[in-house]
């Protein structure tokens, strides 16, 4: 009775408040917002566009495979959301094989033209390799790569699979509030680029919200590309107009290069973290930073210490530190260096590493390990017989190099910027090289069964991303949308694969959520804690609930993502 009288008055005023059913309460009663997770049967679409996500789901109810769903959506997004991804730019991927129960890595990544070398930059007085411009491009491997992905595990035909982008290409689109803000920002720095006006400013200026964008010129490509397959794009009327227009503004990337490069299907590699394998790529990409991270955080009692603790927040950074180093040092294509991808990845190594960290103070800097040896999109798709996919793509810088060949209406990447010109370097720069890459798909098992598609966009901030992922749902005990929607840790500074070295301990920047006691204390112990509009990533993920047999979407609060199923 006496618990009557107490819920009587909330009765009264409507202010009714269930604590069994957490939906109700989650922004008072956490520090974010966020909102329920989507759940379905058949299948389920996570992208950072809703019109993609909706493109997908239309793929599967065909009677696509979620492969299938991903290159579509992913062709989409390259028209909607050109400020990240398109067919100029590199792809990852890893596929849960549902019928073979295993797991397949794909390496979509292109490399440098042939015919430059380091010694060009040097001889030309270049310190660094320039962001835009014909130099930092190399070969675009997201066409191959759609193409290896569809020949292992598409259903329907290519051409089938290429329709709606194409479609909505020649009829338009709605532009994103999003989307408009980074075209409006792109626009600054390429208006005066050959072919960016004519292809991304109609009517003299970036599409605003809302006003509907076409680009027919990215449709014929991609209606090349749909009836002509890989050849048409590396060998064919796409490659032509590639080398003559670098060829003009004095590029180097040739036809030749374009009809040499392929993809490379590989094993990903994981490590064990309370019970659950987390997978990612081996390099060139830095998918096994995230791997070090939890090797490194696994003996702490994390649960205990608290999301947005001083302590947990502590921990986290100096680990991002120790990875990162080894980051700097030893990640690099693997067909010019032995990475020594086991060694890093070992419990063995993690626990020497992890000797020195300080519980009370933050290290200025660390030093490599001593081996025994020499703005982008994600997405993730599920289809109704237990295929799933963690996709990537990529310009780089946004847009990419502002290089935009004759009228094809697609950008092609500035990747080449991320090779160092420091001699003897892992990742220096050389001919037909693969230079060292940022974005990274993710998976996770559980004893031998798949748990979670998932990925974290946004360069360095993606490892620490997915590190952050795996800590909210495995420690925390957040769902997958909260973990998504949960502030952010971001660590600035470290040692760069391109060279530059940490000296003065680097910024952690932490997003809006964390209370003010904490960033207190944290400078207390030596971090420089500053905050960022931004940086922080954008997250879609799939999980499957093996009890119930239905799939669990969740996308991005700080994207115009959407996940969806039926």
Known sequence: MRNL????PILLFGLIYIPSIQ??????????ATRSEVIARNGMAATSHPLATQVALDILKRGGSAIDAAIAANATLGLMEPTGCGVGGDIFAIVWDAKEKKLHGLNGSGRSPQSL???YFIENGYSKIPAHGPLPVSVPGAVDGWFELHKKFGKLPMKVVLAPAIDYAKEGFPVTELISYYLERSSRVFKDMPYFASTYLPDGHAPRKGEVFKNPKLAYTLELIANGGRKAFYRGEIADKIEAHMKEIGGFISREDLKNHKSEWLEPVSVNYRGYDVWELPPNGQGIAALQMLNLLEPYDLASMGFGSTEYIHVFTEAKKLAFEDRAKYYADPAFNDVPVDKLISEEYAKKRGELINLERAAKSYSPGELETGETIYMTVAD????????IQSNYRGMGSGVIPSDLGFML??????????EGHFNMYEPGKRPFHTIIPAFVTKDGEPFMSFGVMGGAMQPQGHVQIIVNMIDFGMNLQEAGDAPRIRHVGSS???GEIMSNGGELQLESGFSHEVLRQLSEMGHKVGTSIGGYGGYQAIMWDSK????VGASESRKDGQAAGY
């Open 496 to 498: 760069q694969p391109t």
């Open 384 to 391: 109704k017989d237990g295929n799933m996919i963690s996709l």
């Open 23 to 32: 939906a109700q309460d989650r922004i008072t009663g956490h520090n974010f």
């Open 5 to 8: 009288y107490l819920i009587l």
């Open 548 to 551: 119930n047999k239905v799939f």
């Open 117 to 119: 070398s380091r010694e």
């Open 413 to 422: 990447q500035d990747r080449g910027e991320l090779f160092t010109l420091k």
